[in-house]
């Protein structure tokens, strides 16, 4: 994963990676799960990260077995305005 900065405070976004190993890449899958680690849901009670929740293991899944580049973004604070969003998306994915 990688650490985007931005802001005038200690605001950021960790992105996960999940690049296809299959072919050429034809789709990507974009997760914006928030804050507490990006993992989303049916994650372990009381962890911030865990490899065995919804969203890493569907991004896993996707970039191992089809033509598709998976990208988590997770929040340093709650609330991001769509503006920071979209800009935070195209940052991880271009």
């Known amino acids: ?5 931005h802001g005038e405070d200690d605001r ?25 680690g990006g993992v ?3 994650r372990e ?6 490899g065995g929740a919804l969203f890493p293991s569907l991004a896993q899944e996707l970039s191992s077995h089809f033509p598709i580049d998976c ?9 991001p305005t769509l503006a ?4 935070a998306v195209c940052r991880a994915v271009l």
């Open 12 to 36: 950021h976004i960790q992105v996960a990676r999940h690049r296809s190993s299959v072919a050429a890449v034809q789709a990507i899958v974009v997760f914006l799960p928030g804050v507490n």
């Open 45 to 50: 009670h009381r962890r911030n990260f865990d």
């Open 40 to 42: 989303g849901p049916c």
């Open 71 to 79: 990208y988590r973004l997770s929040w340093s604070h709650m609330q």
């Open 1 to 5: 994963s990688r650490r985007l900065s």
């Open 84 to 87: 920071e969003t979209v800009h």
